[in-house]
């Protein structure tokens, strides 16, 4: 069984309860345990985590990465400045799929520019937590390319 690697940054641990009208009201835990669905469903295994720290995603992503078929990455405000992060995702060389809960584009300017994009397969942006489970399939779809 393939593992897909789930990471959250930032205040996403918060989802369900920071600002709704933007995040919307599904918790983090429940999230993950739909997405867990999923790729069971798949054949698959998610491994997920959360941090608030840059650090302890760097760490994680070395670790996990080496057995993983691929990597789901909503990196909250890291996306837009953390090089280091970035330069963990090129090192793992796992593919690797950028999700963005709200539209990045439709917000405030500082928003509009990742820095992890470079080195991700896609960018799944405005979906709502359904870009999670559109990224999962993607990689599913793709274990084989």
Request: aromatic share 8%.
């Amino acid at each position: 069984m393939s593992k897909i690697l789930l990471v959250n940054g930032p205040n996403l641990n918060l989802l369900g309860q920071r600002e709704p009208a933007i995040y919307g009201k599904l918790t983090l835990p429940e999230l993950e345990k739909g997405l867990s669905r999923a790729a069971d469903a798949a054949g698959h295994e998610l491994l997920a985590f959360q941090s608030n720290h840059e650090g302890q995603i760097i760490d994680f992503v070395h670790m996990a990465a080496a057995s993983a078929l691929g990597l789901i990455i909503n990196a909250g405000a890291f996306s837009h400045y953390s090089y280091a992060i970035r330069d963990a995702i090129a090192a793992v060389n796992v593919r690797t799929i950028e999700v963005h809960i709200s539209n990045l584009y439709a917000r405030e300017e500082f928003r509009h520019r990742s820095v992890l994009a470079p080195v991700c397969v896609g960018q799944i942006s405005g979906l709502g937590t359904d870009g999670y489970f559109a990224a999962l399939k993607w990689l599913v779809d793709h274990a084989h390319d």
